[in-house]
Structure formats: C-alpha cells, structure tokens
C-alpha cells in the first residue's frame, strides 16, 4: 500500500484539523471515512489498478480523499483543475482517461466510464510494477501541452521524511506540481490544508486571518497585486510563518517590498518543474532572488547558462512527445541562470530571450525596472521582429484607473532610459485594461 504511511499519520491526527473548506473544518477521521467511502464507489464502477481515471476538481475536501483513493487502488490519476475547462476534452484525450471522477460544487462525487481503451508503453512500465500513475500537463504556452507521466510511487517516497505540522493554504492549483506538493507536505504531516473560493487577494488575505494560515505558497505575479490592492492591511495577517513563491522570475522590488511588510515571515524561492517535481530550496535572505537548490533525491548543474536536473522522482516521460533527458538522466530545464558558488539566480526562460542586434534582453529585467513607475499594475515584456535590428523590445502595460496614459508613457521611457542600455529600452509601449496573467497568477507574454 503506496499510503499506509498516510493513512497512520491521519489515524495519530484523527481529531486534528485535516481540510477548511468554504469555512467549515474537517477532520483527519472524516477524511478516513471519506477515503474508505469513496473506495467502495470506485468498486462498484467496476474502477481497477492500472486503470487511467481523470479527476476534475479544485481542493476540496472529498478530492483530496478521492485522489487519495485512486492512489491506493493503483490507478493512473490525471487531476484537472476546475478551471481547465476549456482543455478538458483535449486533456481527457491525450491521457486517454478510461473513467472520470467530478466534484461539484457542494463536494458531491460522480464517477462515470468513458469509451477510451488506454494504451502507452509508459502505462505498461507502471502496470509492471503495481504502481500507482500520475499524469500532468505543461502550460503549453509555446504549442500544445505535454503530457508528463510520473510513478506515484516515487513521487511520494520524498514525504515519508517527518517536517514540520504548519496551516498552509492550497493556492497552487489542483493539477499542477506545486499544488500536489503542497498538498502532500501537509497530508504527510497531519497539518491543516485551507482552501479558497476564488485566489483574488482579498479571498486569500481572508482566509489567512479567519483561518490562521502559517504557510503562503504563492507566485511573484500574486504578490505584487496584493501589494498593488493593499488587501494585506484589511486583514491580520500575524499568523503567517512562511510566504514561498515559484513559477516565474520574482522581481526584485516586489521581493523587497514583501520583505518590508512582512517583517518576521520567512520569505522562500521555490522551483520545481512539472518533468521533475518539486525541489527543496534556500533562499540567501529574505530580499535576495539568489537560492539553493537540490536536497535528498536532486542533483543540480548549469551548462552554457542553462539549468539541469537529475532527479530520482523524475517523470517517466512525456505521453505526446520525446524524452527530454538526456543519455545520462539530465533533464534540461529551458531556464536561464546565473551562478555564484552553491546559489543560483533565475533570469528566465531561455525561449523569452529577445536578441536586439546581437544583445540578449531578458524580459523580467525591463518588467523589473517598468514596474518601479507608479501607476504600473501589471507588464510583460517581449521581442517584435525588425529588419533592421532582428527584433525590437515592446511592452504591453496595463496601468491603474484613472491614470493619464500619455504621461505613464513618457514617465515609463525616461525611468528606463535612466536604469536601462538603450538596446533594453522599450520602443513600444502599448496600454490594455485585460489582466495579463493566468488562472495560476503566471504572467501571460505576447509573442
């Protein structure tokens, strides 16, 4: 059984604090109970080991018992976020899910056959082994998303290690790395998971003072609107111990002012990727973008700039596409670093890379210095082709209400002339109202 060692920490917990969920709290006996529940449905549809099921869900306290009972019955799982349904139909397809498991709105579960017949070699690898599947999909947001298929196993020997009992809120969302991290750090050590209606910042800082959230994980796009919105200062935000942000290039002034209003909190760089899981990390302080990477299980290196990874809870491999290691384990994560001694800093993507004449730009630098003008919610930065220079560096703002946009313009150009080489200044700046971030608060660039 891949979660005995769970299921004995939720039997030591039993009365503790296990889900809040739309403000009502569930224990680790209800969550057993729930668990041994939903096993007999699964049985009753007739839902084997081996067997692809689809789990269409935010958290929620019957998806986390769900997920847990598609583990221990052997099945490979594809969690999809409630959100993701405009790729539902693409998704259940490339994973070729033989069974999908809903959860409404009241928490209610319904669990239907489909018509697919899954076959891949890498189902075939886990059904040799008896081992539990789990299946996640990238952004895609240079093409159409892989479908990366990790032994559940694996990726659970890692939280066998006691840590520490800290409340932590599930902002990553259901179907992504970090959140089936986060996820699992709390399970493992009986701690509380608090849920969320909607990740705006007043939703979030609401539940962190209703709720005594110990633990923030969140991405650098979100903490600089909820500076942006002052939601912070409506409510109590004392019992935080822990804000951890991952997923893109935190800005250095957002980092800054996180530092300042949150003096006491332990401020945490993340990384992790849907192809190797989540690595352990530490920040040189808490104002610093510098971090250490690696921990029991990860080897790190950076060739030609860019970052590598070995991992003992790698993916097996994409469904949809060709291995991405190479012959000796490495995977090449795509990601652009500097390095100094054992710390890294992570300047982007190597793909986001604009070449001006020759010179590389790195978008999150420009973003950086645009969004030290006030007046600034949100700016992505990215290349526009140009006979005469190969590209150009455009930058797309969406500014405060009511805010002269003629002047924002001439304020934006002259700070970047001020802080930036001329190759990196913007040559145009376009203005737009509509967010500029997905669902998972991750900064949406034009190409």
């Known amino acids: 059984m891949h979660i005995e060692f769970l299921l004995d920490t939720f039997c ?58 598609l583990i221990d019955c052997g099945c490979i799982v594809v969690p999809l976020a409630g959100t993701s349904g405009q790729h539902k139909r693409e998704f259940l397809k ?59 196993a694996r990726l659970l020997e890692k939280y066998k290690t006691p840590r520490r009992d800290l409340r932590t809120l599930t902002f990553l969302l259901f179907d992504h790395i970090g959140g089936i991290d986060t996820l699992f750090y709390a399970l493992s050590n009986g701690s509380c998971l608090i849920t969320v209606r909607d990740r705006s910042p007043d ?43 991952g997923t893109e290039v935190m800005p250095e002034s957002t980092l800054r002012k996180c530092s300042e209003l949150f003096p006491g909190v332990t401020i945490l760089q993340k990384y992790g990727t849907t192809e190797v899981g989540t690595l352990h990390s530490r920040s040189l302080n808490n104002d610093s973008v510098w971090v250490k990477l690696g921990g029991d299980g990860y080897k790190t290196r950076v060739v030609d700039g860019i970052l590598h990874i070995k991992s003992r809870s790698s993916m097996l491999g994409y469904l949809n596409a060709p291995s991405p290691f190479t012959d000796d384990g490495w995977f090449i994560t795509g990601d652009r670093v500097e390095l100094d001694g054992e710390f890294i800093r992570i300047l982007g993507r190597d793909s986001d890379i604009i070449n001006v004449g020759g010179e590389k730009v790195y978008p999150a630098e420009v973003e950086e210095v645009i969004h030290e003008v006030d007046g600034v919610t949100e700016v992505s930065v990215f290349g526009e082709q140009n006979a005469i220079m190969g590209n150009i560096v455009c930058a797309r703002v969406r500014p405060s209400s009511e805010i002269d946009k003629r002047q924002l313009s001439l304020t934006i150009r002259k700070h970047c002339r001020e802080k930036l080489a001329n190759h990196k200044v913007p040559v145009k700046i376009a203005f737009d109202d509509e967010k500029q971030h997905s669902e998972r608060f991750k900064k949406m660039r034009a190409r």
């Open 12 to 69: 030591a917990r039993e009365s503790c604090d296990a889900v809040v969920w739309k403000d009502q709290v569930y224990s680790y006996e209800w969550l057993v109970q729930s668990f041994s529940r939903i096993k007999g449905l699964l049985a009753d549809e007739s839902v084997r080991s081996g067997e692809v099921v689809a789990i269409e869900s935010d958290f929620s306290p019957n998806s986390v018992a769900a997920l847990l009972a």
């Open 94 to 152: 490339l994973s070729q899910a033989e069974a999908l498991v809903e959860l409404d709105s009241s928490d209610r579960i319904k669990i239907g056959r489909r018509s697919a017949t899954a076959s891949h070699d890498l189902y075939d690898s886990l059904n040799a082994k008896g081992h539990p599947g789990l299946v996640l999909f990238s952004s895609g947001s240079t093409g159409k998303p892989k479908a990366a298929v990790h032994d559940f």
């Open 203 to 245: 939703s979030v800082c609401r539940a962190v003072d209703l709720h005594k959230v110990e633990v923030l994980p969140v991405s650098p796009t979100f903490l600089n609107l909820l500076i942006l919105s002052g939601a912070h200062e409506r409510f109590d935000m004392s019992s935080l111990k822990y804000v951890t942000y």
